[in-house]
Nanobody, 127 residues
Framework: EVRLVESGGGSVQPGGSLKLSCVTS????????MGWFRQAPGKEREGVAA???????SYADSVKGRFIVSQDRAKNTLYLEMNNLKPEDTAMYYC?????????????????????WGQGTQVTVSS
C-alpha cells in the first residue's frame, strides 16, 4: 500500500508563504495523479491543486496565481508552494494519489479520483 506523509505546515501571517511537502513510499504506476486537498472545520474537503504524469497541472480558482504544485520524482516528493496566504486558506492540507485520469481541468481536483491519502498537515493564516 502507498504511504504519503505531509510536512511543512504551520502558522503564518496574511501575505506570508509556506511550502508543503509530501513524501510517498512509491509511485503506484507509471501513470498517476497527485493532488493537494484541504479541509477547514465544518467544510467539505476540496481540491486545491493537482499534477499528472505528463506534468499538466490544475488549480482551484481560489488559489490560482498564488499556489504552485510541483514534483520531484527522483525523491518521490510532491510540493505545494503557497504564496500570499489569506485567512481563508486556513485548513488541514492533505496530499493524495490515484490512477491517471484525463477527464478535464477541474475533474482531477475531485476527491473521487484519489485512492491513497496522507494524514494531513495544518496550515493556519492569521494576524
Amino acid at each position: 500500500e502507498v504511504r504519503l506523509v505531509e510536512s511543512g505546515g504551520g502558522s503564518v501571517q496574511p501575505g506570508g508563504s509556506l511550502k508543503l511537502s509530501c513524501v510517498t513510499s512509491e509511485y503506484t504506476s507509471s501513470n498517476y495523479l497527485m493532488g493537494w486537498f484541504r479541509q477547514a472545520p465544518g467544510k467539505e474537503r476540496e481540491g486545491v491543486a493537482a499534477i499528472s504524469t505528463d506534468g499538466s497541472t490544475s488549480y482551484a480558482d481560489s488559489v490560482k496565481g498564488r499556489f504552485i504544485v510541483s514534483q520531484d520524482r527522483a525523491k518521490n516528493t510532491l510540493y505545494l508552494e503557497m504564496n500570499n496566504l489569506k485567512p481563508e486558506d486556513t485548513a488541514m492540507y492533505y496530499c493524495a494519489t490515484g490512477p491517471f485520469y484525463s477527464g478535464g481541468y477541474y475533474a482531477i481536483l475531485s476527491t473521487v479520483r484519489y485512492k491513497y491519502w496522507g494524514q494531513g498537515t495544518q496550515v493556519t493564516v492569521s494576524s
